[in-house]
């Protein structure tokens, strides 16, 4: 009987492709090619089916050449994680991938316009033009950055979803989780708000809530949606209750992990896409106290920022000092520090960045999560070998191991409740449980 080795590191030959993984290797990139050349509008085909035929090849390629290299760990015992030969390891490859990831997120944040979306009632061109076919066949409307942005980012996070749930296919938690990701993005988070464009509704993803919904209460959002109707009357009573009464009452029962790691497209992009980076993630107290500094801070930012804002709605004072502070909050921390560093970052520090230092409504889940929840992590020290599996896959950086090996509970505002310290235990010493407080 073959069992799943509990080294930290691939023996096989990191090199060494087989004949389908080279395969599926070109199809990936002959379909990133074209979107690529597509900036250019070098495309030799109608706009649509050159679209068509890309989203093909990339989506064969990274399900073919993933699914691949799973089923090898599986046939073969190999661990789930591997280290050794992989791109984390090349510090050149991985700045490499993290320029090309930035630089594509400048671009689409700061100079849409390069990537060919049109000005002044100018058609789109290069890249944002590639896709005007599928946004009329969606909402009847050319195609934006955004939908462009939404469009890779939900295929991104379902081809990758697949392969995480074909690697813990054994794992009912991590397949039921990572189906409630795909599913989150691909409904509330894209199609749902671009079908409502269509009828000329606001652009709302009823998931996103305050804090993490900054301009929840700004007043061009909360104009739009009383101009909208019943419908808009609808979304802001929804994002009222979402922010007071579920998301209090979801993380009592469940921990923040009903959010971080089951619904957030945030998070989803970071367990997919950037799970095979979450062992970088920094697990030294130097990185703790920096991210309790920066989180919260960015909290009570957001907290200041909408009393402001709602105080210059209602009384026309401070209006200039609100209106300052928003601009450049949607700059710093919506745009660059969310978008740019979070995910572009992903090759370099893994792939929660942005949840574990920078997002608000993390720090307000954690708060509760801390405060007053029945979820934890429990241990058996007796049972842990100390293998350090636990500790170097935690995205959030927690050094869970030394809870384990003291016979602790894990109750730390940052954990999101992933459960892949649970996962890569070869003992069973950790478990996701909600006890009655």
Avoid at 393 to 415: F, H, L, N, P, T
């Amino acid at each position: 009987m073959n069992y799943r080795s509990i080294a930290l590191t691939d023996q096989t030959n990191p090199l060494s492709y087989t004949s389908l993984q080279l395969v599926c290797l070109t199809l990936l990139y002959l379909g990133l090619s074209i979107q690529f050349l597509s900036i250019f509008d070098l495309i030799f085909l109608p706009r649509q089916w050159t679209l068509g035929l890309s989203i093909f090849l990339i989506i064969s390629g990274a399900l073919g050449y993933t699914l691949s290299i799973e089923n090898r760990k599986k046939t073969t015992a190999q661990p789930l994680y591997t280290i050794q030969g992989n791109i984390r390891q090349k510090k050149w490859s991985a700045w490499l991938l993290a320029l090309f990831l930035t630089t594509f997120y400048v671009l689409l944040y700061l100079r849409p316009d390069l990537l060919g979306l049109g000005k002044n009632n100018t058609p789109n061109s290069g890249l944002i033009g590639l896709y005007d076919g599928l946004s009329y066949w969606i909402k009847g409307k050319p195609a934006s950055e955004w939908f462009v942005y939404g469009t890779m980012y939900t295929l991104a996070i379902t081809c990758l979803g697949i392969r995480v749930i074909f690697k813990f296919s054994h794992n009912r938690y991590q397949v039921y989780r990572t189906l409630s990701i795909i599913f989150f993005q691909l409904i509330f988070a894209f199609l749902l708000p671009e079908i409502l464009q269509a009828f000329n509704k606001p652009y709302v993803d009823l998931k996103n809530f305050w804090p993490l919904n900054y301009y929840f209460f700004f007043d061009w959002n909360i104009d739009q949606l009383l101009a909208s109707g019943q419908f808009g009357f609808f979304v802001l009573g929804w994002g009222t209750v979402g922010f007071l009464v579920l998301t209090p009452l979801l993380t009592y029962y469940f921990g923040k992990r009903w959010y971080c790691s089951w619904v957030c497209g945030c998070g989803g992009l970071a367990e997919t896409a950037g799970d095979e980076f979450r062992h970088l993630s920094d697990k030294s107290k130097k990185a703790w106290k920096l991210e309790k500094y920066l989180i919260y801070s960015i909290l009570v930012i957001v907290v200041l920022m909408t009393l402001l804002i709602l105080t210059s709605r209602f009384t026309g004072y401070l209006i200039s000092i609100s209106q300052s502070l928003a601009h450049w909050y949607g700059l710093i921390i919506g745009a660059m520090f969310s978008g740019i560093i979070g995910v572009g970052f992903y090759p370099l520090f893994g792939g929660r960045v942005w949840c574990r230092f920078g997002c608000p409504m993390a720090a307000y889940l954690g708060l509760l999560q801390k405060m007053k929840s029945r979820f934890r992590i429990t241990t058996n020290g007796g049972q842990c070998i100390s293998c350090g599996n636990c500790s170097t896959y935690c995205e959030m950086g927690i050094d869970v191991k030394s809870y384990a090996q003291q016979g602790k509970d894990i109750v730390r505002a940052s954990c999101v409740g992933c459960g892949i310290c649970s996962a890569v235990c070869p003992r069973g010493v950790l478990k996701l449980e909600n006890i009655n407080r």
